[in-house]
């Protein structure tokens, strides 16, 4: 294949210029999101989850059968990790709503009921969802004592247990 004299060198520069193009145009969009990722501040998660069955740590993972138990449990006390909207088109009865993006706003007022409950289990839409993880790391370090982690989430639990709205 014969190139024309510079064709080769033009293509290496647009090519560099569009791969610089959608860089940028990417950490634009990460700056302006409201859930970007800190590209400067990483910090490795704080705690480690102990999965089921295995020893209890700070924040302890657990299944649909157990939630659906400690739903029936006396104190004990579900927190919706989600925003207000998702909140309030169904959540575990009983629960409360403490979204991660939100915990200090209004940890004071909630400080008595979270720590009157004898366990405290954290939960949001489902597996992918970081927040329940986060709020259960507040919550641990506010209250200074293991929480639960139900990872499964709303996702998992709808049609296996009741839904509040």
Do not use: W
Request: glycine share 10%.
């Amino acid at each position: 294949m014969v190139f024309r004299k510079g064709y080769l060198k033009r293509l290496i520069v647009r090519s560099l210029l569009l791969v610089l193009l959608g860089a940028s145009v990417g950490l634009v969009v990460n700056a302006v999101r409201t859930r970007g990722v800190d590209l400067f501040n990483y910090q490795p998660p704080k705690k480690v989850i102990a999965r089921s069955g295995s020893q209890a740590g700070p924040i302890s993972e657990i299944d649909l059968t157990t939630a659906l138990r400690l739903r029936k449990t006396p104190g004990v006390l579900f927190v919706d990790a989600r925003s207000r909207a998702e909140f309030e088109t169904g959540h575990i009865p009983g629960a409360i709503n403490i979204p991660a993006k939100d915990f200090e706003g209004v940890k004071p007022g909630l400080k008595v009921s979270l720590e009157k409950a004898a366990k405290v289990v954290t939960y949001c839409s489902d597996a992918g969802c970081d927040e329940a993880l986060e709020v259960a790391e507040m919550l641990h370090d506010l209250l200074n004592r293991p929480i639960l982690l139900f990872a499964g989430g709303m996702r998992e639990y709808e049609g296996r247990g009741p839904v509040e709205k």
